[in-house]
């Protein structure tokens, strides 16, 4: 059963009656297309929605009445599909919302992505009034394989020049992946190319301007749809960062949810106070929230495909371990690199297991030179017994988690029935396989065809088959630890709520203190009289000039480190007056702090337009842009996901001990960086948050510096 | 005409006649087919050699004659194909080389990678003897499109299980793409999905066990040949590194050789007393070696596919800035984010440019509301002469070097004759163009087939195009710079020609000067006695502890920094002494060195086993593991090649003076570089070299650290 926020759309899905609105005398006009579709699915059986053509113009077209109105029509119809001039929309669907239709899919273009806001929101606010769902404007509107509901207006044939017809398009098959697109083209494109594997959908929805229902809520819909196995999206950009990681973690518990994101060179166009805000751009922001929600990132067209087709295909595994069966060394060897490309431990097999095979092969009387390594290669001269005993070997083995045969079958002692004994043995198999069949012989097109009509992930390429089997232990891991970020509650710290511009760092630092985030030992001295307090943190100290102009004291020779003596102490601070006043900066002081040495580490926070508050963790000191080893989550973070970001850097390897360094207390910086993960959210106030460096040494981890920028106005929605 | 050192391969591929040892009444024999085959294009006319069976078990096969010897045939044969049991082949090369034979293809396995070496040997020390060369054994041979010479065993129909024939084998198309391989089954497949595309091969060459006649070979004789165009290369490793690459180098300055290698995980086998040489992998290596020596190296099967398709039809630019022209504005995100990803430019259209677009759409009468940003996107309305009028204009930009269109034929508006139109646009481009044709219906294929077969490359995703499209000014670019490393000529630094085992850390500063790379002021404090004179390098100094036992002083606590006290002198001293004697360590004295800041940096050398001396320059310091920022050159290189094995490295950005940090002088660093890089050729006795850290500063680059290994005995061969 639907949950509540999605049972409003299943109108869209599963009308009673559906009325199109657009249906002329030509036959190529969007509406007619839409129209005739529907009616050959209602004559067919797939359809069992009544379905109503609209147009004032017509009392016919063909053999089919054609209504005037929406009230002239015999019931009201539960969904309306529009397919006229934008100008005549903002009537009929003022007309459908008082007549009680439930759902709307407008397909016109030219609202607000042609700038027409106002147009849009007005229709918006009627449908709104009278509980009427609208998807789109600007969409190929949705194909639902069960019901047989189809807005699409493209044509299945079309002609060439001489006249002749040629199918132009696959009709998608019914299934159980649904596709949900921001660009009609791609969306489409999907089910064909499924379609042309034999894999069918369960729908294809486009959001369209997502006026009204958003991706979000599609999303929820086949989450909660006991027909959908797997939910494909492509997706441009969301509007609410947060609603959709909510939505994908919901749908992540239950199923596979995989999204090809693209816009991924865009630049941010935040101002980059910080190092952790010209660190972090759009994509990055975006990858993180995937990867907390669960979702699986597919990083190309044929990537998303061959996910569908893995994921609505094969049982669930977490184990990462492969086993590769060939008959062509050269094929065994690549797929053994794209295992370890693709986080697969393609393990050699132990000895016993060698052993196993070797007997097995000598029981069945096979004089074979075949190799078991991993990959097992049974040379070019196997015979399809000996291929198919060794799957079945290899499938038994109780170490391995996934599977990938590759049977050449240009050699000569392979028969051309090798595809049908081999699905016996793969059928068979309670672990994910994967075939890749190469060539494009009938022969090669006849294999391939046959596993996968006989549920058998097949793929033409060894680089894809392992690319596509290690999304099942990726979906696995991800949907274990898929989770929403909390919301945010807001909790400003005092001190902070009435500055604006840059926060004095006696501020900063009493705001990381309160969140548990200490600084070293440290006085400030601001006349020569505090040279000894100064004195007394104990030499060597380093000193830091204040300014809360100044965000990157080191950048600006505001740094002087292992000052050993009281006299390095005031020439230090002379020179740092100096250099207050030759910039034109404030001088607040000079700070006076214990040397700490360690791993130099940077935590910032950056408030991003789509998904607000963010987490960075990564290198800290000089080389923090340089090498740009962080890691970025969705704030705030638990413990666990703070520990999990720590654990994504390189950094992190220097944390236990490497290389002589410190051995960095892991727990206690996990419980740092979630505490951290919780001040933007509580200070709405502050735009960017950096500490840099955080050192950790063997005994403490202790902010050595950092700066906060507080917003100048509320951010704005993208 | 062939040089040289390819003159004695060319009876491989246009002999006068050819003879089959092997040929039985069996048609399955591998003999057989070859035989067959042969006959075949004899009979077509495809292949002018005459062709012999031999088998002295038969006096006929069908209606040819077979004959019982070599001795017996009417005339000598210019080339051997040998399909017979192991046993049987020394007999077959004595009698074949006593009879003048001039190349023989070993198709049979059981040799070397078998075990059986010695056997292997002796038949080379034969054919060497007379001067007949060979291809293999253990190898497919040959397939020449134009010679018609193939010695390939494998069957183009299988039966299905109901009797009837089905095609299992494509047959290669005449072409122009030269495939050399180390795995069968791989080449084969190469030239079936070529010519699934109507993409012809020029020959397909299976390298075997390189008894003879080697992969370097092969490449030169496909360099020199004029009906080649591109190379492509699938390797699982080479014996001469360096033989290797001056051949590439020599293939790369004519035509494009595209390689896919293997063993991209397997890890090295040396031991990594340097952190040089932990992080030196053995493809690594490979990969400097392509680099260098000009090679396009490809990442999976499909990208050498499409690489063969897109080098061998289009033009050659070394621009990158890529125009894309679409009707769906989906695909053309997805185009522009792979664009990004390969390096190629899709910079926006100038305020000129678009109004030139509008203005031609405006005189055309057009009412579109086409989006002229690069990606040109034309919507889903766009008709087909829109689109073609787009494509021409977009064409004919000349800020732009490349161009990839993608026209979606499902839209309502497009016509099936797209491809007849577009085609005569796009084949007037001077400009490398590719097009991409998403779906798999009977249009999609028919349009995809149609540019295909008039010289327009197209692929099935846009990804795929526009990897495609890189590969021109990616070759190009290698081509420019492409050249074999100098040979190595022994000069032995004295000081170091009679040490083994760890170098006294003098004389490596010694070695190092001769080079040009100097160490900060420094003395060597032996006793307290020297105090003094430790004392005039100038406070503050770092402190050093010497042992020729002690490879990673900082890790081990013997370097401290900052001392700024003869009473620090004198602790850091006791401290080193007590340190050494708790560690078992020889005390060589102290260093005490001029303390200098700056960027970090690496200098590395590892000798290869397969290609000889290498040279790294990367992150030093203590992050140098962990961050693994590093690029690898093989030795020696020319200041040009080192100045970009600078630039590779992130770390290079820091050079320039980042965040505050010290300029340094590129045109000194390369030198250095190129110096140090003849170190280890010159020193055949060095087996690893490490500078660590080289520091500069605004004014010096100077060797802070450094440690040589010398090797215990010759490196073998693999």
């Given at each position: 059963m639907p949950s509540g926020s999605t049972a409003g759309i299943r109108s869209f899905f599963e009308p009673k009656s559906v009325a199109v609105a657009g249906v002329s005398e030509d036959p190529n006009k969007l509406g007619s297309i839409i129209f005739a579709n529907l009616v050959a699915n209602a004559e067919e059986g797939s359809l069992r929605a009544t379905v109503y053509a609209l147009n004032p113009a017509h009392s016919r077209i063909g053999p089919h009445a054609c209504y005037p109105t929406i009230r002239s029509l015999p019931s009201v119809p539960e969904l309306l599909i529009i397919a006229v001039p934008v100008a005549l929309t903002p009537k009929l669907v003022e007309d459908a919302a008082r007549a009680g239709v439930k759902a709307v899919v407008m397909v016109p273009s030219g609202f607000a992505e042609a700038g027409r806001e106002e147009l849009e929101k007005g229709i918006g606010a009627v449908a709104r009034r009278h509980g009427m769902r609208i998807l789109g404007p600007n969409t190929i509107g949705l194909l639902d394989t069960r019901s047989g509901v189809n807005s699409l207006f493209l044509r299945s044939t079309k002609k060439l020049p001489d006249g002749s017809e040629v199918v132009a398009l696959l009709k998608p098959l019914k299934g159980d992946v649904a596709v949900i697109t921001q660009s009609g083209h791609l969306g489409e494109v999907v089910a064909e190319e499924l379609a042309a594997e034999g894999v069918g959908i369960r729908a294809l929805v486009g959001a369209g301007n997502q006026l009204d229902v958003s991706v979000e809520e599609i999303i929820r819909y086949f989450a909660d749809d006991p027909h959908t196995r797997v939910v494909a999206v492509y997706l441009e950009g969301v509007r609410d960062g947060r609603r959709f990681m909510r939505a994908a973690a919901y749908a992540t518990k239950k199923k596979p949810l995989v999204v090809l994101k693209v816009g991924k060179t865009a630049a941010g166009?935040?101002?980059?106070?910080?190092h952790t805000a010209s660190l972090v751009g759009d994509y990055q922001v975006y990858q993180a929230a995937f990867r907390q929600a669960g979702v699986v990132e597919a990083g190309s067209i044929t990537e998303l495909l061959d996910c569908c087709v893995s994921l609505s295909m094969l049982p669930r595994t977490a184990g990462r371990r492969l086993v590769i069966v060939t008959n062509a060394g050269g094929v065994g060897a690549i797929a053994a690199d794209e295992a370890g490309k693709s986080g697969l431990d393609a393990k050699p097999l132990s000895d016993a297991e060698v052993q196993m095979m070797h007997s097995a092969f000598r029981d069945a009387g096979f004089a074979s030179n075949a190799s078991f390594n991993n990959p097992i290669d049974l040379t070019a001269s196997a015979t399809t017994g000996e291929f198919v005993r060794a799957a079945e070997l290899a499938l038994g083995l109780p170490d391995y988690d996934l599977a990938l045969i590759f049977p050449s079958h240009q050699t000569p002692a392979i028969d051309a029935d090798i595809a049908i004994r081999l699905e016996g043995v793969v059928s068979g198999a309670r672990k994910p396989v994967c075939m890749s069949v190469m060539g494009s012989s009938e022969l090669a097109v006849k294999i391939h065809n046959h596993f996968m009509a006989n549920g058998i992930p097949s793929f033409p390429t060894p680089e894809r088959a392992v690319r596509a089997l290690s999304a099942v232990p990726t979906c696995e891991a991800l949907r274990t630890d898929a989770r929403a970020p909390a919301d945010l509650v807001p909790r400003p710290f005092r001190a902070l709520s009435r500055l604006r511009g840059p926060i004095p760092q006696r501020v900063v630092a009493r705001l990381l203190t309160a969140y548990g985030i200490h600084e070293p030992r440290s006085v400030v001295v601001?006349?020569?009289?505090d040279f000894r307090r100064g004195e007394e943190v104990g030499f060597p100290v380093a000193c830091k000039l204040l300014s809360r102009q100044l965000l990157h004291k080191a950048d600006a020779g505001g740094v002087i480190l292992g000052v050993a003596a009281r006299s390095e102490l005031s020439s230090a601070f002379l020179r740092f007056k100096t250099l207050a006043k030759r910039r034109g900066l404030s001088f607040d002081g000079m700070l006076v702090q214990e040397m700490v040495g360690g791993v130099e580490m940077i935590l910032g926070g950056t408030r991003d337009a789509t998904f607000g508050p963010t987490v960075l963790f990564g290198v800290g000191g000089s080389y923090t842009e340089l090498f740009r080893d962080f890691s970025l989550g969705i704030a705030p973070l638990t413990r666990k996901e703070a520990a999990a970001l720590v654990d994504r850097c390189r950094l992190s390897r220097a944390l236990d001990g490497y290389r002589g360094g410190p051995l960095v207390d892991r727990k206690e910086l996990a419980r740092m960086v979630s505490s951290f993960s919780r001040i933007m959210g509580e200070n709405p106030a502050i735009d960017q948050i950096e500490v840099n460096p955080l050192v950790a040494t063997r005994k403490d981890i202790l902010a050595l510096d950092a700066r906060v920028i507080t917003a100048p106005r509320k951010p704005r929605r993208r």
């Open positions: 166009a935040r101002a980059a106070l910080t601001r006349s020569p009289e």
